[in-house]
Each structure stands twice: as C-alpha cells, then as structure tokens.
Antibody, heavy 119, light 112 residues
C-alpha cells in the first residue's frame, strides 16, 4: 500500500523558516518524481515544487511564488522528500501535501500538514 | 500560466442522478507528444484530494465506471452517473501539459 506521511507543519512568524518532511512507503521511491502541492484557506490548490529521480539528475522545478525561498530535496535512502521553506510570508499559509506522480497528474497524496504564517 | 476555469462552482444533485462539470483552459492542453494531460480529482470532506481521471478519460485504479471524462483542446468535461453519497465533495480539474501544473477553482457537489 502506498503511503505518504507529511510532518513538520506549525505556526511560524513571517520571515522565519520551516522544513517539511514526507516519509513514503509502498513504492519504489528512488524512481519516483515527487511534488509538493498546497491548498490555501480558500481551498485553492497550487503546485509548489517538483523533484525528479536520480536518472533525471534530481532536476527541480518551482512555482514562481516560492522560487528563491523554498528548496525541495530528497533522500532516496530514507524514501523521503523535504521542503525547506525560508522567508515565509502570510500568503504561504496553507495545507502542504506531498504527492507522487509524473508531471501530468498526481496519483497519490499524503494527508497534508498545516503551515500557518502569522505574527 | 494556464488558467483553468471550472463551472459550475456548486452543484446540487439527487442520489441516483447524473451531473456534468466543465473545465476550460486558457490554452490548448494538447502536448507536443499528442497527449492531453487533463486530470480530475475529488476531495471528500476532511480528506486529501484523490485522483479520479487522468489524460482526459482514463480512470485511475479502483475508480468506478460511473465517472467518465471527455473533451479535447481547451474544453473538458467530467460526468458522474448514478450519484452515490460517497461522491459528494469538491471536484478539481488539473492540467499537466505545461509548467507549472495548475488547477481549477473547484466544483462542490452537494445533495439536493
């Protein structure tokens, strides 16, 4: 059974940092392209970042809204993907989902972790 | 970015009825390779989104044949027949043809 479990969310002040972790199981993680997708309080879904597999040189891609502030990474030995979020803004407040899929669709989602940016 | 527009925003249906949800994109979703990367997701109350349909009309593993996708180019449709209580929630379309992937604003399906 495919499982994705996100941790690391919480309440943080604007300008601060937070690191999210997604632990996975049930599939061959080393071959998987992984994404982070977030859902705003208004329920809008927004793709945040992607990291491809080693065979694709771990290529990364980011939404313009987070480029330069967020960094996606992975540890194939731990079947985990991470999202380092720096210089957080109030508009980054959202539920952050880890997802597995190609670039064309998101087949599996974690339960999400809530990030609240507020002073 | 490709803008995805879903209509209607909300929909009321009787159990056993049939509904259609429209998704229109600001640009053609036909990829250079000939595929159209349009997916449909359902988010049930209190849950994460789940994939229903990919590449316009392909049902994901375990998805009932009551769900069907159709359309081409910029005009795509999800049809749900014989609606059941477990079908209620918010439906989203999403495109993966062009970076960045983008989603529609959602259509809430409620009981009449």
């Amino acid at each position: 059974e495919v499982q994705l479990v996100e941790t690391g969310g919480g309440l943080v002040q604007p300008g601060k940092s937070l690191k999210l972790t997604c632990a996975t199981s049930g599939f061959t993680f080393s071959n998987a392209w992984m994404h982070w997708v977030r859902q705003s309080p208004e329920k809008q879904l927004e793709w945040v970042a992607q990291i491809k597999a080693k065979s694709n040189n771990y290529a990364t891609y980011y939404a313009e809204s987070v480029k330069g502030r967020f960094t996606i990474s992975r540890d194939d030995s731990k079947s985990s993907v991470y999202l380092q979020m720096n210089s957080l803004k109030e508009e980054d407040t959202a539920i952050y989902y880890c997802t597995w899929g190609g670039s064309d669709s998101f087949a599996y989602w974690g339960q999400g972790t809530l990030v609240t940016v507020s002073s | 970015d490709v803008v995805m527009t879903q209509t209607p925003v909300s929909l009321s249906v009787s159990l056993g009825g049939q509904v259609s949800i429209s998704c229109r994109s600001s640009q053609s979703l036909v990829h250079n390779n000939g595929n159209t990367y349009l997916s449909w997701y359902l988010q049930k109350p209190g849950q994460s989104p789940q994939l229903l349909i990919y590449k316009v009309s392909n049902r994901f593993s375990g998805i009932s044949d009551r769900f069907s996708g159709s359309g081409s180019g910029t005009d795509l449709t999800l049809k749900i027949s014989r609606v059941e209580p477990d079908d209620l929630g918010v439906y989203y379309c999403g495109q993966g043809t062009q970076y960045p992937p983008t989603f529609g604003g959602g259509t809430k399906l409620e009981l009449k």
